[in-house]
């Protein structure tokens, strides 16, 4: 006697997908999509990204038998539909039809996690199978090709989309396509997951809100076989984004356009002094690279994007001084690379006739633009006010001091201070960099004392020493004068906060790798590995503890001395 097994209905996966979702927690789930992250990269990760749906794709004959399938399943059957463009496309390059061949909608019925959290099955609906499409639905049924899990991306950047999409490569993930939905401003990152995934899904998605076409075009290059003249003309180019969004924040483009509310060059060029037919041509660029986006339905408009929010001054987190840094100043020392390359000057001196930094201390309006660009990257900061060596000194009875050296214009020290109202800090920079942190702190201020000096300036008698994005802007032996001047300040139980990025043991891609090349060209500088920072901090007489990652891909070192 021989007994057959039924395949499942379509109630039975979609019910099977419903309780997926309702069962998984985002650490638990990405441990075992990506086996092998652990520990701080698997913290670092579930920061930047949640569990968000399970999704199938379902062919029912008509819209009642799909409504009757969902209540089966215990989904709602209410809400409305969504052309699905992503998985329409790839189901018509799949099995070589027109993307107008296809229907494809999105149902997205609610899901509620451990925590009460709202999650969704996606159901990708191919409605009215007939002809082609009713060879495309069995195939597809048999296969399961657009089952997924996905995570959705919290306060999404190309930085952060970046540095998920590496760590997913980084551990056996492959890209698998993906595309950006203008029906819902949405960009989706597809991978097929390791060979060593333990979840039943094969594939996963990364869903970042907006238009993130530059980093989805990186994406999808890594999937394909390009031509290699493709490859290299895609990076060649890469000085025309510098410049187009270094344009962008110059105009005040971003101030003149809305979220919300479409524009076209017309309507746009009087505000910022701009030739319509020109600014129509930097708009379609930026749409390209997500800065702006083109209004579905109503062509040639353009509104703003949430990176591109990103460019106004008065942005939280704004990134326009950098904009205009990257493509004024530093886009010239870049010219100057192969110059650095064969004589190991910097490109900034060969282009200015000085070092960067005297060269910004005699331009006030410069500096003041660096400064205000060191803000940009500030995220990086968020998890320092709870870094055990910082709750330690706010807990310690008395009070403790933390002196922030070379700190900008308080961005970190204030952070600190802020969170923890027993600390007090001091603030050691150039003279015209303190009176602007005076200004910037404001009520924490009072808590805080300011020098004016140098690096052989380090005031003793502190708690907790920080020096952040300082020791890249040197070489081994200025770095070690540095390092030497900290430790002879330092009272033998303090404690010294290193915050840098890390240059990566192997080929991984990594920001540390690009801005290796930027301190090379600019200040003479570098990044390093952590066994690089461990053999500098040994030769000035301390110790690296250890380390750990921060935002940005940046991380802070912990060193006491020996």
């Known amino acids: 006697m021989t007994t057959t097994t039924q395949a499942p209905t379509d109630v039975d996966r979609l019910r099977a997908a419903a309780d997926f979702v309702r069962e998984q927690e985002t650490p638990d789930l990405l441990a075992r999509v990506l086996p092998g992250l652990d520990g701080p990269e698997l913290r670092a990760m579930t920061e ?7 999704a199938l794709l379902v062919s029912p004959p008509d819209e009642r038998t799909l409504r009757a399938e969902l209540t089966a399943a215990g989904l709602s059957a209410d809400g409305g539909a969504r052309p699905s463009v992503v998985v329409r496309d790839r189901l018509a390059a799949r099995h070589g039809l027109g993307a107008g061949e296809l229907d494809v909608r999105i149902l997205r019925p609610a899901v509620y996690g451990p925590g009460g959290e709202r999650r969704a099955v996606e159901v990708f609906v191919l409605t009215d199978p007939a002809g082609s499409a009713a060879a495309v639905a069995a195939e597809e049924r048999a296969a399961d090709r657009e089952a997924h899990l996905a995570f959705d991306v919290e306060r999404p950047d190309p930085l952060v989309l970046r540095g998920l999409r590496a760590g997913f490569l980084r551990h056996g993930a492959a890209p698998d396509g993906g595309g950006y939905n203008p029906h819902e401003d949405g960009t989706v990152f597809y991978f097929a997951a390791p060979d060593e995934t333990k979840t039943p899904y094969r594939r996963v998605e990364l869903y970042a809100r907006g238009d993130h076409r530059d980093v989805l075009a990186e994406h999808l290059v890594g999937r394909r076989a390009s031509h290699p003249a493709e490859t290299l003309l895609r990076l060649l180019t890469g000085a025309w984004t510098t410049q187009a969004l270094a344009a962008c924040a110059e105009l005040r483009l971003p ?3 809305s979220p919300s509310t479409a524009r076209g060059a017309e309507a746009l060029a009087p505000v ?15 749409a390209m690279v997500g800065v702006v986006a083109e209004e579905p339905g109503a062509r040639g408009t353009f509104r703003l994007t949430e990176a591109g929010l990103l460019l106004r001054e008065d942005a939280e987190g704004s990134v326009r001084a950098l904009a205009l840094m990257y493509g004024g100043p530093f886009y010239e020392s870049f010219a100057r690379l192969a110059h650095t390359v064969r004589t190991g000057e910097p490109g900034f001196e060969d282009r200015y006739g000085e070092n960067h930094f005297d060269h910004f201390a005699r331009d006030p309006e410069l500096a003041a633009r660096f400064d205000r660009s060191m803000t940009a990257s500030a995220p990086m900061f968020d998890p320092l006010p709870q870094h055990p060596v910082v709750t330690a000194a706010a807990a310690a009875p008395g009070g403790r001091t933390v002196v922030d050296i070379a700190g900008g214009t308080g961005e970190l020290l204030g952070r600190l201070l802020t969170a923890h109202p027993a600390l007090r800090g001091v603030l050691l920079e150039r003279a015209h960099v ?3 942190a005076r200004a910037r702190l404001g009520a924490v201020a009072e808590r805080c004392a300011f020098r004016t000096g140098d690096f052989a300036d380090v005031p003793p008698d502190g708690d907790v020493y920080v020096l952040s994005r300082v020791l890249h802007d040197w070489d081994d032996e200025r770095c070690r004068e540095i390092l030497r001047h900290c430790a002879s300040a330092m009272p033998p139980e303090a404690d010294l906060l290193i915050v840098e ?3 990566p043991v192997d080929p991984t891609p990594s920001l540390a790798t690009a801005w290796d090349l930027h301190m090379m060209c600019n200040t003479g500088g570098r990044e390093r ?34």
């Open 48 to 54: 930047r990204c949640r569990f968000a749906h399970a």
């Open 255 to 257: 101030e003149a356009m």
């Open 272 to 286: 910022v002094g701009a030739r319509p037919e020109n600014l129509a041509t930097l708009l379609r660029y930026l």
């Open 434 to 436: 303190v009176e602007a």
């Open 501 to 503: 990025r890390l240059l």
């Open 529 to 562: 590995t952590a066994a690089a920072y461990a053999r500098l901090l040994a030769d000035a007489g301390l110790a690296l503890v250890g380390h750990s990652p921060l935002p940005l891909e940046a991380h802070v070192l912990h060193a006491r001395r020996r």
